[in-house]
């Protein structure tokens, strides 16, 4: 729940009539004892300026390795505009470094925090090139060339990206085939 649900089941139970816990704990979609655990603690909950940017937060815990975490932002930020490809492995690693030159000793760079690191600076996996990416450039023009000679001899209708349709394996070999004969 996010501090500004929080402060609302406070200023509900607050209220008259006051709703029950159950009925709060529905609406909100959690248990009764969330609700009860909020209440507890109602003074800290409605003590929130809804103007501060902590209000549409859903936590309240800071990171225990800020320092680590700042180092690894900046590098990836770095690693990224150099067009580098990361992975969870590479980012494990390279904040063990950055922990190790900043002499702290107990961290572990786990699976954990690397799933919390990712949350909280909202950094998602995304595949930067498909096989496009692949293609060797400086034979483009010829190859461009002899599949149009090979496609020639094709009515347009019959002529298609095999990568972009939902055919099978048996229909993609049957093609293959048939190219390898018309070409050789």
Not at 34 to 47: F, P, Q, V, Y
Not at 71 to 76: E, H, K, P, R, Y
Not at 137 to 165: A, M, W
Request: charged letters at 30%.
């Amino acid at each position: 729940m996010t501090f500004a649900q929080k402060k609302d089941v406070c200023v509900k139970l607050s209220s008259k009539p006051k709703p029950s816990q159950g009925e709060l704990a529905e609406e909100y979609g959690v248990k009764q004892n969330t609700i009860s655990d909020i209440w507890k603690n109602k003074e800290k909950w409605l003590a929130i300026n809804s103007e501060s940017k902590e209000f549409n937060r859903m936590s309240n815990r800071r990171p225990l390795f800020p320092q680590v975490e700042a180092a690894l932002v900046t590098w990836i930020t770095q690693a990224l505009s150099d067009n580098q490809t990361l992975t969870d492995d590479i980012l494990q690693l390279k904040a063990r470094h950055f922990a190790q030159l900043l002499e702290i000793e107990k961290f572990t760079a786990s699976n954990g925090w690397l799933r919390g690191f990712k949350r909280r600076f909202q950094i998602r996996q995304y595949v930067k090139h498909g096989e496009s990416r692949s293609a060797p450039l400086h034979t483009l023009e010829d190859e461009r060339i002899r599949l149009r000679e090979i496609i020639g001899e094709y009515d347009l209708n019959d002529v298609f990206n095999s990568d972009e349709t939902g055919m099978t394996y048996k229909y993609q070999y049957a093609i293959i085939i048939n190219i390898n004969k018309i070409t050789n």
